[in-house]
């Protein structure tokens, strides 16, 4: 597991406020745009809310074929740390 050392400037996508829908675009654009760039670790912010966000992100990634492993922030369970595959 990363460290919040590590992925404190790590990309950061904001879900707070979106729809059940507009979730699945924006974190499967969020990983596939990641992916791309060759970053390792990326954060989901979902909030803790009901949970009914989190549960729609971490089914998106753990359905993506680009994630290693994901898991909640052990500081802030209102954000996921995503540990992306990498080509090497």
């Given amino acids: 597991m990363a460290s919040n050392i590590l992925t404190s400037k790590s990309p950061r996508l904001d879900v707070h406020g979106e729809t059940y829908d507009s979730v699945s675009l924006y974190v499967t654009q969020f990983v ?3 992916y791309k760039l060759g970053n390792k ?4 912010v979902h909030g803790k809310g ?3 966000l989190k549960k729609r992100v971490h089914e998106l990634l753990k359905n993506n074929n680009k994630v290693e492993d994901y898991y909640l922030n052990n500081w802030n369970i209102g954000e996921t740390i995503v540990v992306l595959k990498t080509d090497k």
């Fill in 41 to 44: 670790y990326i954060a989901v």
């Fill in 32 to 34: 596939d745009d990641n």
């Fill in 50 to 52: 009901e949970g009914i």
